[in-house]
């Protein structure tokens, strides 16, 4: 099941909420937020739903032999075994057809291999019981007694399948403790619409507009063509992403809890570096803090240290080598960025850091779109001239001009618009107090009632549309 689907909005997040609210009793509802997960995972994934509990059960025995043994090598050799278990059955579903097939091709072998089926979100869940029972060997969080509430933790349906990454320190209190209150709720909603416009309005149709440029045939494209074709992938996986982030963290208000932000308005960077502290922050904090810091940070072997987190990100969003250039090519621009063009940033003009972005960027979306290199790098060859017959078409104009209005609504909305409007009101009336009521009292739920109208036209008689970071 998808946020953005009718049988989502209009069946089961109303009759959660209902049953949700009649229960007074914590626990009552902890149990129907996990029997509501469940079903929401199993809707579309019937069968892996028991690969999802397994790993939440193995996990919560693990994490009590690591406190209980604490110190001791027993203690150890239970993280050693969950880190093994958990990380063989990622790769057994995500990497080993992947492994096989390069073993295959590097050994001229024929050996047997299945291309089995990715049992959705289990990238981001497994992620999330490793950093569960490392925070407990480490001592950061008490192992959680009841299998019943780690299952919650695991599978609550709001960041089940796409994010943001939760830790369990982070919401380990709020599982007993938490209060759903009238303006949480509010925020929520608000927060929820904001993503389903972002996911049904924009990230949906830069997706169909794009899908003329990037699945057709390359060597026909104008250099223009590749430009905006790419673009608008930029801007579709922009808006599907943390469209679902902002959907997940509003429903996680609704119900009383408090996720992490995972995207900071990423597209105004002004370097590699800058932005992935701004996109998917949740993954960069996991990878930091469980895989850099762990191998000696910056003080042992930085350089290592980092191409090592380059190379497992571009891994962990698929098993393709294109996502593994992916991830490399970010690594190499941040190592340069610290090395020497940070420095130089401070010192010219903010608009040309901004263009090495812009143009770094798109590159770096085509490695991530075409999973096959030879067509990525022909595609790159046409933004960049070589292979290109011409700067522009017939085709392509007809396609600019009849989506520009779209494009420039896409790009203006990958800016804080709320808080720019706020400084604008502001310094219209003179009053900061009056400019909040104004934009929060008028403005936002104006806006937020079409934003939902027009994203529920927009969805009736569509096919399923799921999120991009599904597959991840």
């Given at each position: 099941m998808v946020f953005s689907s009718l049988v989502f909005l209009c069946i089961f997040l109303p009759v959660t909420l209902m049953l949700y609210f009649v229960v007074k009793n914590q626990a009552y509802r902890n149990g129907l937020l996990i029997i509501t997960s469940l079903l929401f995972y199993a809707w579309g994934e019937p069968i892996w739903v028991t690969i999802?509990?397994?790993?939440?059960m193995t996990d919560y025995f693990h994490a009590l032999l690591v406190e209980k043994y604490r110190g001791s090598w027993?203690?150890?050799?239970?993280?050693?075994?969950?880190m093994i278990l958990n990380i063989s059955l990622l790769g057994f579903f995500k990497y080993w057809s992947f492994i096989v097939q390069n073993i295959n091709l590097a050994?001229?072998?024929?050996?047997?291999?299945s291309n089995f089926h990715l049992p959705i979100g289990i990238s981001f869940y497994t992620f999330q019981t490793i950093s569960y029972v490392i925070d407990v060997y480490r001592g950061e969080v008490a192992a959680q007694k009841s299998p019943f509430k780690l299952l919650l933790f695991?599978?609550?349906f709001p960041q089940l399948v796409a994010g943001p990454i939760l830790r369990y320190k982070d919401i380990a209190r709020e599982i007993d403790h938490r209060t759903a209150t009238l303006a949480g709720f509010s925020a929520g909603v608000s927060r929820f619409v904001t993503g389903l416009g972002k996911k049904v309005v924009f990230a949906n149709t830069a997706g169909e507009i794009s899908e003329f440029f990037l699945k057709g045939n390359v060597a026909g494209l104008p250099v223009l063509g590749a430009w905006f074709g790419i673009a608008l992938f930029a801007l579709q996986i922009y808006f599907d992403f943390s469209g679902y982030s902002d959907m997940a963290i509003g429903l996680g208000k609704m119900f009383g809890f408090n996720y992490k932000e995972n995207f900071d308005y990423p597209y105004i960077s002004r370097s590699a570096t800058e932005f992935w502290r701004r996109w998917h922050m949740t993954l960069g904090s996991f990878f930091k803090d469980y895989v850099y810091i762990p191998l000696g940070g910056n003080r042992k072997n930085p350089v290592r240290n980092l191409f090592v987190v380059w190379f497992l990100t571009g891994l962990w969003h698929g098993a393709s080598w294109n996502f593994i250039v992916w991830g490399l090519y970010y690594?190499?621009?941040?190592?340069?960025?610290?090395?020497?063009?940070?420095?130089?940033?401070?010192?010219?003009?903010?608009?040309?850091?901004h263009v090495?972005?812009?143009?770094?960027?798109?590159?770096?979306?085509?490695?991530?779109?075409?999973?096959?290199?030879?067509?990525?790098l022909r595609f790159l060859g046409t933004m960049f001239g070589l292979g290109a017959d011409k700067l522009t078409n017939a085709e392509f104009l007809i396609h600019f001009e009849n989506n520009v209005l779209f494009f420039v609504l896409a790009i203006i909305?990958?800016?804080?618009?709320?808080?720019?409007?706020?400084?604008?009101?502001?310094?219209?009336?003179?009053?900061?107090?009056?400019a909040g009521l104004v934009v929060n009292g008028i403005v936002r739920p104006?806006?937020?009632?079409?934003?939902?109208?027009?994203?529920?036209?927009?969805?009736?008689?569509?096919?399923?549309?799921p999120f991009l970071y599904f597959r991840f």
């Open positions: 999802l509990i397994f790993s939440a027993q203690s150890k050799a239970a993280l050693a075994s969950s050994f001229g072998l024929n050996l047997p291999y695991v599978s609550l690594g190499l621009l941040i190592f340069v960025e610290r090395k020497v063009l940070l420095k130089v940033f401070g010192a010219i003009p903010r608009w040309v850091s090495y972005f812009f143009v770094t960027m798109l590159i770096g979306w085509v490695f991530f779109y075409f999973t096959d290199l030879r067509i990525g909305a990958c800016f804080p618009v709320k808080k720019l409007l706020q400084v604008w009101v502001e310094r219209l009336t003179h009053q900061k107090r009056a104006a806006f937020e009632f079409t934003v939902l109208l027009i994203s529920i036209i927009l969805l009736v008689g569509k096919t399923y549309n």
